[in-house]
C-alpha cells in the first residue's frame, strides 16, 4: 500500500522551552488502522494536533495525500478528519445542526442525504433533532465522529476514541472503525487500552517524552508488550521463596502473603500449570489466583527503561 | 475562498443569536428604550433644543452608537471567546479556512446582527421621540461601517482573552466610559474649551458626530474627519488581527 501521510522531521517545542516532539519520522500507509501508543504526555495529541494544524510545529514537513499540509492546506485539511480526546461540542447545538455546520466548514456544499446516511451508520438518527446536551457522553463521542466525517475525509484521526466509554459502546466504536477502513478510510488512533490496539491495529507506533520509540507491525510488538501476571495468595504467608522457587519472574509480596508471577501470552505455554505444580509439590497451599495484564503505561515504562 | 466554509461560520453565528433573542436583540432593545423614556421623554422634555434639534431627537443618534459599539464589542467577542473556552475552536482550526474567513464569518456575522439590532432601535425610538434622518444613505454607511469596525475590536477582545472577566473588562471600562464622555447626551461644544480638547483625543466622538451629521446636518467635527477614524480605526484592528493569525498568538500554541 502506498504512503497517505508522511512526517518528516517533525519538532515540536512550545515557547516555555518545553520540547514536545523530537524528530518525528513516521509514515502512514493507505488504508491502514495504525495505533499511537505512550502514556500521558508522550506527545500524541501534539502530534495529532500538528498534522491537523490545531499546533504549529517548530521544524519538519508533513505530506498528506501527496499535499504540504502548510502550502497546500486547503486540499490537504479537505482529507483529513479529526475526533478530539475531548467532548468539545456545542451542547446547545442539534446533532444536525452541528454536521451540518462541519460539511460546510470544511468547503463541502450540502448533501442531507449523505449526512442522513452518516448519522443513521451511527445510531443517531433518531437523535438528530436533539440538543447535544440532552445526549449522554458515548452518543457525544458519536456526534464528534460524525461530524469529524461529515467531510467524507480519507484520513481520520481519533484520539483516544474510546476514553470513558463503557464496553458495549467500545465495542460499537471498533466495529464502526473497521467499517470505516473497508471503505478505504485511513484511521490513525491514539489509545490507551492495549485490547484496542491488539483488536484492531494493523500497525502500532510507540511513543514516549516526544520520541517515535518504534514502529511496527502488531503481531511482532504484541510478542514484545503482550505481558501478563498471576498473582498466587497464599494460605500461609512465606518469609521466603523455597530454593527450587528461586527465578526472575516469580517474586514474593512484601507481606509474604502472595506470589507474583509474569510470563508473556505470545510464547506457546504461560507456563502458570507448571508453577501451579510446583508450588503443589513445595507443598506450598494458596486460597486464590488473579491474572491481569499489565497495563500499556506499565510497559511502555519498561520499554523506556530498556531503550534510554 | 471556502465560501461553504464562510457561510457556515456566518450562519452559525446568527443561528447563536437566534437561539439567544432575549439577550441578543430584546435586552438592548429595552435598555435603550429606557434611556428613551428618561432622557428623551421625560426629563428631555425640560432640556432647551440643541443646533436647532429637540433633546430628546438629538440623543438618538448617539444612543444608537452607544448600543452598537457595545453590541457589536460584546457579540463578535463572544463569539469566538466561547469556541476558545469549550474547546470547539479545534474543528476551525483544523478547517480549510484562512484567518481571513474565519474573520469574514465570526465579524461578518457579529456586525450583521449589530446592525438589524441598531434597525430595530431606530424604529423603536420612533416611538418615543420624533427624528428625521437627512443623509439616510450616509447614516446606514456609519452604522454598517461603525458595526464591522467593533465588531473587528469585539472579535480581537475574544482572541484576547483568557477568562470572561477578561472579555467583560474592554467593554465595561473602556467602551462603555468613551461613549458617555463621546458627546452621546451632548455636544462637546457645550463643554469647557480645554474639556473639548481633551474630548477630541476620544475616538467614540468622531463615529458619535459623524452619525448625528447624517441624521441633521451638523456636528461637533467635520463629517470627512469622523470617516477618517473609523477607517484608521477599522486598519489597526484588521492589522492585529491579521498579525494574530499569522503568528497564531493565543490561538495556536
Known amino acids: 500500500m502506498p504512503d497517505i501521510l508522511t512526517l518528516e522531521g517533525v519538532e515540536k517545542t512550545y515557547d516555555t522551552g518545553f520540547t ?53 492546506f486547503r486540499q490537504a485539511r479537505k482529507q483529513i478528519g479529526l475526533v478530539p480526546q475531548e467532548l468539545s461540542v456545542n451542547i446547545f447545538e442539534s446533532v444536525w445542526d452541528t454536521v451540518r455546520f462541519s460539511r460546510g466548514l470544511f468547503g463541502c456544499p450540502a448533501d442531507d442525504a449523505y449526512l442522513e446516511q452518516l448519522l443513521k451508520t451511527l445510531s443517531l438518527w433518531d437523535k438528530k433533532d436533539s440538543r447535544i446536551m440532552a445526549l449522554s457522553g458515548g452518543m457525544k463521542r458519536r456526534v464528534l465522529i460524525a461530524k469529524a466525517l461529515a467531510h467524507q475525509p480519507n484520513i481520520l484521526f481519533l484520539d483516544e476514541p474510546t476514553a470513558g466509554v463503557d464496553v458495549e459502546l467500545r465495542r460499537d466504536m471498533w466495529a464502526m472503525i473497521r467499517r470505516l477502513r473497508e471503505e478505504g478510510v485511513t484511521i490513525i488512533l491514539t489509545t490507551h487500552y492495549i485490547e484496542e490496539a491488539e483488536d484492531m491495529a494493523d500497525r502500532i507506533g510507540v511513543i ?70 510446583q508450588l503443589q509439590n513445595a507443598g506450598i497451599d494458596y486460597q486464590d489466583l488473579q491474572t491481569r495484564q499489565s497495563s500499556l503505561e506499565e510497559i511502555f515504562v519498561s520499554l523506556v527503561e530498556e531503550k534510554p | 475562498m471556502n465560501h461553504y466554509g464562510v457561510k457556515a461560520i456566518y450562519f452559525y453565528e446568527l443561528a447563536r443569536a437566534w437561539r439567544t433573542l432575549m439577550q441578543s436583540i430584546a435586552s438592548p432593545v429595552l435598555s435603550t428604550s429606557l434611556y428613551f423614556i428618561v432622557f428623551g421623554s421625560a426629563i428631555g422634555s425640560r432640556i432647551v433644543e440643541i443646533d436647532g434639534i429637540s433633546y430628546g431627537a438629538f440623543i438618538v443618534p448617539g ?59 431606530l424604529i423603536t425610538a420612533r416611538v418615543f421621540v420624533d427624528y428625521s434622518i437627512m443623509h439616510p444613505i450616509w447614516m446606514l454607511m456609519f452604522l454598517v ?36 464622555l463621546g458627546g452621546t447626551f451632548y455636544s462637546i461644544n457645550m463643554l469647557p474649551e480645554l474639556w473639548q480638547k481633551i474630548t477630541l483625543l476620544n475616538p467614540v466622538v ?45 490561538l495556536k500554541p
Open chain 2, 206 to 250: 468622531y463615529l458619535v458626530s459623524g452619525f448625528r451629521w447624517s441624521f441633521y446636518g451638523s456636528a461637533d467635527v467635520h463629517v470627512g474627519i469622523s470617516l477618517g477614524m473609523i477607517a484608521l480605526f477599522m486598519a489597526i484592528c484588521l492589522g492585529l488581527i491579521t498579525w494574530i493569525f499569522k503568528t497564531g498568538y493565543k
Open chain 1, 20 to 72: 514536545a516532539l523530537t524528530d518525528i519520522n513516521l509514515s502512514i500507509r493507505q488504508g491502514e488502522i495504525f495505533a499511537l501508543l505512550g502514556p500521558n504526555g508522550a506527545g500524541k495529541t501534539t502530534l495529532i494536533g500538528i498534522v491537523c494544524g490545531i499546533v504549529k510545529a517548530t521544524g519538519g514537513r508533513i505530506i498528506a495525500d501527496s499535499l504540504d499540509i502548510h502550502k497546500d
Open chain 2, 63 to 121: 444612543l444608537l452608537m452607544l448600543s452598537i459599539l457595545t453590541e457589536s464589542t460584546s457579540n463578535a467577542s463572544f463569539g469566538i471567546y466561547m469556541p476558545k473556552f469549550t474547546g470547539t475552536i479545534y474543528e476551525v482550526l483544523s478547517a480549510p479556512v484562512s484567518g481571513v474567513e474565519i474573520v469574514l464569518g465570526y465579524v461578518g456575522a457579529a456586525a450583521t446582527k449589530s446592525v438589524i439590532l441598531g434597525l430595530i432601535i
Open chain 1, 208 to 277: 514516549n517524552k516526544g520520541k517515535l520509540m518504534l514502529v511496527e507491525e502488531k503481531h511482532a510488538l504484541m510478542r514484545e508488550l503482550g505481558r501478563k501476571s498471576l498473582t498466587v495468595f497464599l494460605s500461609e504467608p512465606l518469609t521466603t521463596l523455597p530454593p527450587n522457587l528461586i527465578r526472575d519472574d516469580l517474586q514474593l509480596a512484601e507481606d509474604g502473603n502472595s506470589l507474583i508471577y509474569s510470563y508473556s501470552t505470545a510464547e506457546a505455554s504461560s507456563g502458570v500449570s507448571e508453577l501451579l505444580a
Open chain 2, 145 to 180: 461601517l461603525t458595526a464591522i469596525t467593533f465588531s473587528l475590536l469585539g472579535f480581537l477582545i475574544g482572541l484576547w482573552a483568557n477568562s470572561f472577566e477578561q472579555l467583560q473588562i474592554i467593554p465595561m471600562m473602556v467602551i462603555t466610559p468613551l461613549t458617555f
